[in-house]
């Protein structure tokens, strides 16, 4: 975290030398994230590993190099947050339809959303969530998913979506007790 200048010039470059130079700093944080992820993990058995969500997401990030322009650091890790989402909830889709249904993909929440009575929520009622959040307040949604997902905190959060860290502890706590209703089906 603290080559947070450094990512964000080597991403402005954007060129083969840059993308070189960025690999390491970026892949280190990068598989940190995922392995919180999985330390997380309720199953013990899961086929995914965190080098391999880590390469999946890396390769999907730097093969769009050319087709974004780069901002900064936080930007770089929204958008890892979100093709790692969608990769976790990919790989469940698949596992689930592997199964016939028996099968389900279980993820711990993190700390921050320990208001659940059992830590465990399963990834694919997560994602739906989110999807329904997002239609009530996008921005909400985008915080959920940067901070559980991404591994962001409150204050670069609010860099990324561009609001006061007070703005984004606000949502943060709307979000949570929205998601807590929504996924305990409390209506």
């Known amino acids: 975290m ?21 690999m390491p700093i970026v892949y280190r944080e990068l598989h940190r ?57 990919n790989h469940a889709v698949a596992g689930r339809a592997e199964k016939r249904g028996g099968g389900r993909s279980f993820v711990a929440l993190d700390e921050a959303l320990s208001f659940f009575s059992t830590r465990d929520v399963e990834i694919l009622a997560l994602h739906e969530a989110l999807e329904a959040l997002a239609a009530v307040d996008r921005r909400q949604s985008e915080i959920v998913e940067l901070r559980f997902f991404g591994g962001l905190t409150i204050d670069e959060t609010a860099a990324v979506l561009e609001v006061s860290s007070a703005t984004v502890k606000r949502d943060w706590e709307m979000a949570k007790a929205w998601l807590y209703r929504e996924l305990r089906g409390d209506y």
């Open 33 to 89: 994230i995922a392995e919180a992820l999985f330390r997380r993990e309720y199953r013990v058995n899961h086929t995914l590993q965190p080098t391999a969500l880590v390469n999946e997401a890396y390769l999907r990030l730097v093969g769009n190099m050319d087709d974004v322009s780069w901002q900064n650091r936080a930007q770089f890790f929204c958008i890892a947050a979100r093709l790692m989402r969608q990769i976790l909830v």
């Open 2 to 22: 603290e080559k947070s200048g450094e990512i964000t010039e080597l991403l402005r470059k954007g060129d083969a030398a840059a993308l070189e130079e960025l």
